[in-house]
Nanobody, 118 residues
Framework: QVQLVESGGGLVQAGGSLRLSCAAS????????MGWYRQAPGKQRELVAT???????YYADSVRGRFTISRDSDKNTMYLQTNSLKPDDTAVYYC????????????WGQGTQVTVSS
């Protein structure tokens, strides 16, 4: 059974940094896509960043240039380095993994809270 466990969230002042981690119970190289999403109070969950099995990355406009998604296949862990944090970045951050074969399956972690104070 696939499990994703996020960690690294916390309270930080504006301009600060946090590194979020997402540890998987299986080889992350088996997933077609992995990514980070976030959900702020009263808002819909939104895509933050993703990378594909082939190494392509995508960033939402709101975080491009400030956040960096990466992975360590040996540790089966995905990371999100968040720099120059803003109060608008306050949200619960979730990691997601997608399998496409033999059928589409999506896996989510439980989330980690990031709070940025002004």
């Amino acid at each position: 059974q696939v499990q994703l466990v996020e960690s690294g969230g916390g309270l930080v002042q504006a301009g600060g940094s946090l590194r979020l981690s997402c540890a998987a119970s299986v080889k992350i190289s088996s997933f077609n896509v992995m990514g980070w999403y976030r959900q702020a109070p009263g808002k819909q969950r939104e895509l933050v960043a993703t990378f594909t099995r082939l190494g392509s990355t995508y960033y939402a406009d709101s975080v491009r240039g400030r956040f960096t998604i990466s992975r360590d296949s040996d540790k089966n862990t995905m990371y999100l380095q968040t720099n120059s944090l803003k109060p608008d970045d306050t949200a619960v951050y979730y990691c997601k993994a997608e399998d496409y074969y033999p059928r589409r399956l999506d896996y989510w972690g439980q989330g980690t809270q990031v709070t940025v104070s002004s």
